[in-house]
């Protein structure tokens, strides 16, 4: 089924299928950092994982983003299940909520997920389906008339319409965020304790930790001088197993 830009057998082709992230990055045909979608393996359950920047990971190896350490610290725990899952990093650069559930909806035929995972981007951003896909930031001309009430409210279609998809194709879905957090009434599968943005650095409020505190001065970024680093990642990666590890199968 293929309706405009929409479809439920065709995931869209990534912003990043150019020449300048095929230099940073390894990337499949349609520019995503993940395995070719055809032919899909056999065996376990495919997790679906979108986002924007911060979840492709601009300005990290693909084994330092918090989905592949996500991966590696669910298919190595002892306690897992039988079936293995098989992490698909969606994340595309610059992605709004509403190319997030574009994609998502891209994949029904192609990976068939049954475990989906989406790192909200800022809620600011809007798509713009035009002659082209355009992504739009909070600072572009077009989305002047946009505000904080209807930021809300076209989040809080996209996570519905994430939600009905789980719901029509029998998938788990959990929320994360990658910047700010925001709320999502009525559902205890948000991770809402912390974002990618405000994980690291952790600290602790117990008492007999004060004298092991270490001033941390310096950001931790990622070799764009942008982005967030290693240690974020890694620390989302960790938290976000802590609270989601056991229903991850």
């Known amino acids: 089924m293929k309706y405009g830009y929409y479809s439920d057998n065709e995931i869209p082709e990534s912003i990043a ?11 499949n045909s349609k520019g995503y950092r993940c395995q070719e979608f055809s032919p899909l393996p056999n065996g376990g359950k495919n997790v679906v994982v ?23 610290i669910k298919n190595n725990n002892i306690y897992q299940s039988s079936t293995k899952l098989r992490f698909w990093n969606l994340a595309h650069p610059g ?3 509403d190319l997030c559930v574009r994609i998502l909806y891209g ?15 800022v809620w ?39 939600e009905k998809f789980a719901e029509h194709t029998h998938a788990k879905v959990f929320h994360c965020f990658s910047q700010d957090i925001y709320d999502i009434p009525n559902t205890t599968n948000v991770f809402k304790e912390t974002s990618i943005k405000s994980c690291w650095p952790e600290w602790d409020r117990r008492k007999h930790f004060q004298n092991l505190i270490k ?3 310096e950001p931790n970024l990622a ?27």
């Open 215 to 217: 001033i941390t001065t």
């Open 124 to 162: 600011s951003r809007r798509e713009r389906l035009d002659k082209y896909p355009q992504s739009l930031t909070s600072d572009d001309i077009l989305l002047k008339n946009e505000n904080e009430q209807t930021d809300c409210n076209n989040f809080l279609k996209c996570v519905f319409q994430i």
């Open 95 to 97: 992605a709004s909520p």
């Open 50 to 72: 979108l986002g924007c920047s911060h979840t492709f990971g601009e300005g990290l190896n693909e084994n330092e983003v918090w989905v592949s350490q996500l991966e590696k």
């Open 17 to 27: 299928n150019s020449e300048n992230y095929k230099k940073l990055y390894k990337l």
């Open 223 to 249: 070799r764009d001088g942008i982005h967030y680093g290693t240690k974020h990642h890694a620390s989302f990666a960790k938290k976000f197993y802590n609270k989601f590890g056991t229903k991850l199968k």
């Open 107 to 121: 994949t029904e035929k192609v990976l068939f997920p049954k475990i989906i995972i989406v790192c909200w981007p």
